[in-house]
Nanobody, 124 residues
């Protein structure tokens, strides 16, 4: 089994920044993809960003491109999401996810393991 634990959420004013972390433990897989999703109240879970094992091909949702940066430290089994220029519409619970295959997908059902989520609230 794999356990994913997110941290770094909180309350921030519009225009501010937050950095989320997700640490993976337990059984890990070579060449796995790590992703971030978010879910706002009353909305479906949506893709935010994902990164391959090498980190050479990060992929972003259009809504966060240019503001968010995903990165990973494989030695620490940790993935990060640096969020800059935050907007009130970024308010959501952010989930870390792991996909046991090396190719990036944006659909949540393609991911095999999930963290418990961390709340991000952006005030206007």
């Amino acid at each position: 089994q794999v356990q994913l634990v997110e941290s770094g959420g909180g309350l921030v004013q519009a225009g501010g920044s937050l950095r989320l972390s997700c640490a993976a433990s337990g059984r890990t897989f070579s060449s796995y993809v790590m992703g971030w999703f978010r879910q706002a109240p009353g909305k479906e879970r949506e893709f935010v960003a994902a990164i391959t094992w090498s980190g050479s091909r990060p992929y972003y949702a259009d809504s966060v491109k240019g503001r968010f940066t995903i990165s990973r430290d494989n030695a620490k089994n940790t993935v990060y999401l640096q969020m800059n220029s935050l907007k009130p519409e970024d308010t959501a619970v952010y989930y870390c996810a792991l996909r046991r295959q090396p190719d990036i997908w944006t659909m949540a059902e393609r991911y095999d393991y999930w963290g418990q989520g961390t709340q991000v609230t952006v005030s206007s």
